[in-house]
């Protein structure tokens, strides 16, 4: 089954998202990525609720679909 967004649109490799809620990202050193924030290219992972990426400030992210929507 493949990763779905908030929203329940399909997610594929490669393709932009935009977070719906602010999140705070743990041993970044208190880094926040704000609601809004527009990240591309991301990678799936082995886990349906799971997808790596790298944001403005973070490298190697790993975020939870419910908190993104497709962009």
């Known amino acids: 089954m493949p990763p779905r967004d908030a929203n329940g649109a399909e ?3 490669g393709c932009s ?3 719906i809620k602010d999140l705070k990202v743990k041993g970044s050193g208190g880094v926040t ?3 809004g924030t527009l990240i591309k290219n991301i ?3 082995d886990d349906d609720h799971e ?3 790298n944001a403005e ?3 190697g992210l790993v975020l939870r ?3 993104v929507k497709k962009a």
């Open 51 to 53: 997808i790596e990426c």
């Open 57 to 59: 400030k973070v490298r």
């Open 43 to 45: 990678r799936l992972t």
């Open 17 to 19: 998202i935009t977070l």
């Open 33 to 35: 990525l704000k609601r």
């Open 65 to 67: 679909t419910e908190f």
């Open 11 to 13: 997610l594929t490799e």
